[in-house]
């Protein structure tokens, strides 16, 4: 910027003063050209020309790449693509996540009702929509925490169905392996249990002879052998059985003039 001053001197002449000395405002120099500040406006930075030149350059960099406005805002941010691949990454962690949380309070619900083998616990998670890698995660799990503990399965199988059904030897093993416990188990399960199957097979057959007493003795001696037998005990076990269930009701033969109904 320049300044004009006026001057009082004249020419010898009597002609108009040369032209006046010229003084330069602070920050001019000769030969600086002057700017519009409507030009200076138009040439500042804006946030959006900044992204679109960040565009151009990219644009101009990787060809016909089709550059995301909003990511090119800086030289090293993630691109959209980058960000959608991300959030699908998220999002199926967080679905695996949410299937796993619901298979393991199916798993617990069933636990609470009773003890399960491995097997048992495996057929559980199969029904869910968990992989095979999941499935067995969870087991480990639950084993290490003891949630499945199949010894502890066999000792109640051992006092449900040998202590309270009166099964046998070969009726808890039946049991056991049903429910699919492993066969050392089973086992050492099976070495607890009492030697006196033998009285335990006459207590049995004692008081079930009580209910066939309108049967003669041949259809007597059929039911409780089938009885026995289901419940486990050898083919041995059950004749010395039912002999002495029949000597206890009196002279090992029912009487002839017994009825074949009787009412109640």
Do not use: W
Not at 28 to 35: E, H, L, N, V
Not at 78 to 84: H, L
Not at 128 to 148: N, P, Q
Not at 217 to 244: H, M, N, P, V, W
């Amino acid at each position: 910027m320049v300044h004009f001053v006026e001057s009082d001197e004249q020419g010898a002449n009597g002609d108009a003063a040369p032209v006046a000395p010229v003084a330069y405002l602070p920050g001019a120099t000769p030969g600086m050209k002057r700017r519009s500040p409507i030009a200076e406006r138009s040439t500042e930075a804006t946030p959006f020309t900044r992204k679109l030149r960040a565009v151009e350059d990219a644009e101009d960099a990787e060809g016909d790449e089709v550059v995301d406005v909003g990511a090119a805002a800086g030289p090293s941010g993630p691109t959209s693509t980058d960000r959608v691949e991300r959030d699908d990454d998220e999002t199926d962690e967080n679905e695996s996540s949410g299937e796993k949380d619901r298979a393991e309070k199916v798993l617990m619900h069933r636990l609470h009702g009773r003890s399960l083998s491995t097997k048992e616990a495996l057929e559980v998670l199969r029904g869910t929509e968990l992989g095979r890698d999941d499935i067995e995660e969870i087991i480990a799990r639950f084993t290490d925490l003891h949630y499945i503990d199949e010894q502890k399965l066999a000792e109640q199988v051992l006092h449900s169905h040998g202590e309270r059904k009166g099964l046998g030897r070969t009726g808890v093993g039946a049991e056991l392996r049903r429910r699919g416990v492993d066969p050392d188990v089973i086992a050492a399960a099976l070495e607890e249990l009492p030697d006196d199957e033998t009285e335990r097979a006459i207590d049995i057959a004692t008081k079930r002879i009580g209910q066939l007493e309108r049967f003669d003795e041949t259809t007597i001696k059929r039911r409780l052998s089938a009885f026995l037998q289901r419940k486990g005990y050898s083919s041995d076990i059950c004749r010395t059985a039912i002999a002495a269930a029949l000597e206890s009701r009196g002279g090992g033969s029912t009487s002839s003039s017994r009825s074949p109904v009787r009412f109640q």
